[in-house]
């Protein structure tokens, strides 16, 4: 007998997301609606809705590091953190294999999704467009970079912990925009919200998150004498 996968996305957000203090509407509904089995690989499928890091990391391996589906209660966290309006435009930093570029999509007016490995960059922009995610644009380039033809950003959402923030993202943020971040290293990471105002970019402190790292934001060892 087969997987039931719209009573295991409805007991995902019921027990997993509303009990750790989600509460948005719009939030809620996009994890009822988006379809999380399509964007799992298929030799994880029946793993879709647990409440864990799914890896998806291309086989073979990605020199730049593993990487992983956010499991779905941080990830709902962060996502209302991020207070993403209609008409808001969004850039996914890291966006693998599309999942929370496609919860985006239902929140926002347009997603620009970052990936720097062309793989899931691939695989993500043909699973989007197939189940109908039209104002998803899939894009690849350097993550540390941020996406200057687009920018600025109402929301930059950065889908994994990093070490370091570059500065240069803030610059990409529109005035009034928002960045959502989980920052530091394993349970001592915090989910930090900045917010533009008047060029000025100043951070608030969300929550506690222990989320997988995104490759290419660890510090740079530096050189002792």
Do not use: W
């Amino acid at each position: 007998m087969g997987i039931d996968y719209e009573l295991a996305r409805t007991k995902m957000v019921d027990n997993q997301i509303r009990t750790t203090d989600v509460t948005s509407h719009p939030v809620l509904r996009a994890f009822l609606t988006v379809s999380r089995e399509d964007f799992v690989p298929a030799r994880y499928r029946a793993l879709a809705y647990s409440d864990a890091d799914i890896p998806v990391t291309p086989e073979g391996g990605d020199a730049r590091g593993p990487r992983y589906l956010m499991q779905p209660s941080p990830l709902a966290k962060l996502l209302q953190l991020s207070d993403v309006k209609p008409d808001d435009v969004v850039l996914d930093v890291g966006c693998g294999v599309g999942y929370v570029s496609a919860l985006l999509s239902l929140l926002a007016s347009s997603v620009v999704a970052l990936e720097s490995d062309e793989t899931l960059a691939t695989e993500a922009a043909e699973t989007l467009s197939r189940l109908g995610y039209d104002n998803v644009a899939v894009v690849t380039g350097d993550l540390t970079k941020g996406y200057k033809p687009e920018a600025p950003y109402d929301v930059i959402f950065i889908g994994g912990a990093v070490e370091v923030l570059p500065k240069s993202y803030f610059e990409q943020l529109r005035d009034g925009g928002r960045l959502v971040v989980v920052e530091g290293h394993g349970n001592a990471s915090r989910a930090n919200l900045y917010v533009r105002e008047g060029g000025i970019t100043s951070p608030r402190h969300g929550f506690n998150a222990s989320v997988k790292p995104l490759p290419g934001f660890e510090k740079q060892e530096a050189f002792v004498f």
